[in-house]
């Protein structure tokens, strides 16, 4: 199929986040259905400005692009539903929930900057996207099912290797991998008895029968939940740190807890309902402050940490088990940390956080940087130490050095030709139809045909 294999990788870039308000209004309309599924032209419209974020230089033509990456989309879709395909609530809860928690760290947690740039408050946000990240959730559990069977031998990855002309290998750039220790200040006893008395405090106004909302946006240190009155919507068990979620599941709908201490500080929580097993709670969090002498000792105690690195009486490895903080993604993987852009630890030079990479250069393999201060999503400040582990130098692609890269590019067309020969015979089964302003697309051309049963 000519058009199918150079529109599969974007098959999921589809936003899952409202354009801003100021984008002009589109004139809605259904432009093609496939299935019992349908699209309208401000998906398609959606597809196409995300895509142009990413490639501005991309040509209005890509709109056939964007309408044939929906209507892949759409065929998984409706083939999950037919295959009785299930996505639970919670599961959907849990990515929109990501989504916002990655549009609170662009908007340096502060929800009303989002709600002006968007138009809308978070939940409202969260309820207009919610069908389109089921059925995102929906579709790439039915490609995984398509795909499942697709594995890589040594040999294929030779061969596709070998496919690749000379002059067209991919150009890597630099690249570090890097390890770090996260260590987080540690709560003088004044600070944490200061603390302890103010959440006792906001408790027993809340007893007295002041307004929960309007005290957790006065006192609340949870920039997250104070502006929505402390609410924490509705999640399922496991989404809340040990000590907070065996107190709020053990609340009735309506009553208040004591006063409950966690990592992030002292909580007043009040579980507002529960469903199964989810829950719907608010919380007022006081957080012990941080005081200067307490950062000082804590970066004196990470410049001791590295002085013994350097002096062999400590392994880093040894040093992430003992000083690091086990919420960090880097601490079950020995203190290596992931690219979330590839999901692999190297980082491309232009990857790395500016902190970072000025501790980092300069540095040799295995050298172990001065330590220095970074601010968790919280807005809490920490310190971290890092080691450079390997570095590489630009080059072109080489299968002996990058064969993990090259491996996973072998797979990844296995999966499109297993997806497009899936995709080939839903087709001839499948009623579909487009609108007449999209029929001039080539690429939708030779769909319609194939569907209409008709040879290429």
Request: proline share 5%; with cysteine.
């Amino acid at each position: 199929m000519k058009y199918l294999n150079r529109i599969l990788p974007f098959l999921f870039l589809i936003p899952a986040i409202l354009p801003a308000q100021n984008d002009k209004a589109v004139i809605d309309r259904v432009v093609a259905a496939v299935g019992g599924e349908i699209i309208l032209l401000s998906e398609v419209q959606e597809q196409f400005s995300y895509a142009k974020q990413q490639q501005p230089d991309l040509p209005a033509e890509y709109l056939c692009v964007s309408l044939q990456n929906l209507l892949v989309q759409k065929l998984l879709v409706n083939q999950a539903k037919l295959d009785s395909i299930e996505v639970n609530d919670d599961e959907v809860e849990n990515q929109l929930n990501a989504r916002i928690d990655r549009l609170m760290l662009y908007f340096n947690q502060d929800p009303k900057a989002i709600e002006e740039f968007y138009g809308q408050t978070i939940e409202q946000i969260k309820d207009q996207t919610r069908t389109d990240m089921r059925n995102q959730l929906l579709a790439e559990r039915m490609q995984a099912k398509v795909t499942e069977k697709a594995t890589i031998t040594p040999a294929e990855v030779q061969e596709f290797f070998k496919k690749i002309p000379k002059d067209s290998l991919p150009y890597f750039n630099a690249e570090v991998e890097i390890r770090e220790v996260v260590y987080k200040p540690k709560v003088n006893p004044a600070e944490r008895a200061k603390a302890l008395a103010r959440a006792e405090e906001v408790r027993l106004k809340l007893t007295r029968g002041e307004d929960f909302a309007s005290l957790a946006k006065r006192y609340s240190d949870d920039p997250g939940s104070a502006t929505q009155g402390g609410d924490l919507g509705l999640v399922k068990r496991g989404s809340f740190v040990p000590e907070f979620e065996a107190m709020a599941y053990n609340l009735e709908p309506g009553q208040l807890s004591p006063v409950t201490e966690t990592d992030f500080g002292f909580h007043v929580i009040e579980l507002i309902e529960r469903r199964g097993n989810l829950i719907h709670c608010r919380h007022i969090l006081l957080k012990p402050e941080i005081t200067d002498e307490d950062l000082a000792m804590s970066k004196a105690k990470m410049d001791s940490v590295r002085q013994q690195i350097k002096d062999g009486k400590i392994t880093f490895s040894e040093a992430v088990k003992k000083y690091g903080d086990k919420d960090q993604q880097s601490f079950s993987n020995d203190g290596r940390v992931t690219n979330p852009q590839s999901g692999n630890t190297f980082f491309e030079i232009g990857d790395l956080e500016t902190s970072v990479y000025f501790a980092i250069e300069g540095l040799k393999e295995g050298d172990v940087a001065e330590p220095f201060e970074f601010k968790g999503p919280d807005g809490s400040i920490n310190y971290r130490l890092v080691q450079l582990v390997s570095r590489s130098k630009p080059h072109k692609a080489d299968l002996k050095k990058d064969y993990g890269k090259i491996q996973k590019a072998a797979l990844e067309q296995k999966k499109s030709s297993y997806t497009e020969k899936w995709v080939l015979d839903k087709l001839r089964k499948t009623y579909l139809s487009v609108d007449k302003s999209f029929t001039e697309c080539p690429n939708l051309q030779e769909m319609l045909s194939i569907s209409s049963g008709k040879t290429r």
